[in-house]
């Protein structure tokens, strides 16, 4: 069956984040499949936008007011295709059937958390849902959570991919502080109140008393939980807290970088819909150490040390264990290698054409 399906790649534009990077490699993934043709659309008057993705003529904080209420169909702008795939929490008002992603459910569950267009995007999201989109996670955990939240059956957990395999630079690449020859433990990520890096702080304490050079190194942009590690660090002795780093946001390369070179991952969300740091981590030979939150214990499988996300003292046992037990550090290499070779953008993309062919060929 040949099929065209209208595709959001709005998060494509703009700095990139991991919902940026799902949808970038879904998109490749989906455009080398055989039968299925992809209408790229965005919804921003400020993007550049380049053929084939075409603009839908409305303004994007707009088009979340006006999407939260029945609305006209867009249709016509879209390239009247068989389906439409929202790939960032909101799909358009359209006749054709409807696929929306759902990363994580954080922003519904804690709305005092989320800016005022997140807090629209949901509502839009809650229009979609009750008149019919499918919803499509990354794991068994959002699924079941948004299944309560939005009030619907219609939802399919398809997991997603692994970074790309890239080797890391052999050096330090040019920005980074001078992290010297100490083992470090590395936590990459937003300082918002998600990522519980407060927690991660107070469990580098009691490390950090037990092991006398471990460094902690917080890469991420300030979000709305800055405030709090500023003062989890502030609580720290000054000769451990002279031994956290932050170096604020990274790009890529420098990420990959500080990956490879760490002696483990810190990963102790709140909440998570997918992880790629953690497969990233994985790929490159670190150990993970992460909470039991949200998609984790899926995405991680066997291969990383789980403890409740706010157990402090459960992290950092976990933490020195790796940094002090080359066994168990070699044994989560291995895990973490092999628990890679469970995720493949192919399979995700078959996944997708698959949904996309039963909701084109559903009755309406």
């Known amino acids: 069956m040949s099929l065209t399906v209208a595709i959001d790649a709005g998060p494509l534009h703009g700095p990139r984040t991991g919902i940026g990077n799902a949808v970038d490699w879904t998109i490749t993934a989906l455009g080398a499949r055989e039968g299925l043709t992809l209408h790229p659309y965005v919804t921003s008057m400020r993007a550049t936008v380049r053929r084939p993705q075409r603009r839908l003529p409305i303004p994007a904080a707009a088009a979340l007011r ?43 569950d804690h709305p005092d958390d989320a800016v005022a267009d997140v807090r629209r ?8 849902t009750a008149d019919g989109a499918h919803v499509v996670t990354s794991s068994d955990a959002t699924t079941l959570r948004a299944r309560e939240l939005l009030g619907t059956d219609r939802i399919h957990t398809i997991l997603l991919g692994p970074p790309p395999r890239i080797d890391p630079p052999s050096t330090p690449p040019s920005g980074l502080p001078d992290l010297g020859t100490s083992p470090f433990v590395l936590a990459i990520g937003t300082l918002e109140r998600r990522k519980n890096l407060p927690t991660l702080v107070a469990a580098f304490a009691r490390l950090a008393r037990e092991h006398s050079s471990v460094r902690l190194v917080m890469a991420g942009a300030v979000g709305n939980d800055a405030g709090a590690v500023d003062r989890a660090i502030g609580r720290l002795d000054p000769a451990i807290a002279g031994r956290v780093i932050r170096t604020g946001t990274v790009d890529a390369t420098t990420k990959r970088w500080l990956v490879a070179q760490a002696r483990a991952l810190a990963y102790p969300s709140l909440d998570e ?10 790929q490159l030979g670190t150990p993970v150490v992460a909470s039991t939150a949200g998609s984790i214990p899926q995405i991680a499988g066997a ?14 046992a976990n933490l020195y264990w790796v940094l002090t037990n080359d066994e168990m550090y070699a044994k989560l290499v291995r895990r973490g290698r092999n628990n890679v070779d469970r995720f493949s953008w192919e399979a995700t993309a078959s996944r997708l054409h698959d949904l996309y062919v039963d909701l084109a060929e559903a009755p309406q």
């Open 273 to 282: 819909g997918f992880g790629f740091p953690i497969l990233e981590a994985q």
């Open 66 to 108: 006006l999407w939260a209420h029945p609305s006209p169909p867009v249709d016509r702008w879209l390239g009247r295709p068989d389906v439409v795939h929202g790939t960032n929490y909101v799909v358009p008002p359209t006749r054709c059937p409807r696929v929306v992603s759902v990363y994580d459910c954080w922003f519904l």
């Open 303 to 316: 291969a990383a040390l789980l403890s409740p996300p706010l157990d402090a003292e459960a992290l950092a």
């Open 121 to 128: 995007a949901a509502n839009v999201l809650r229009r979609a």
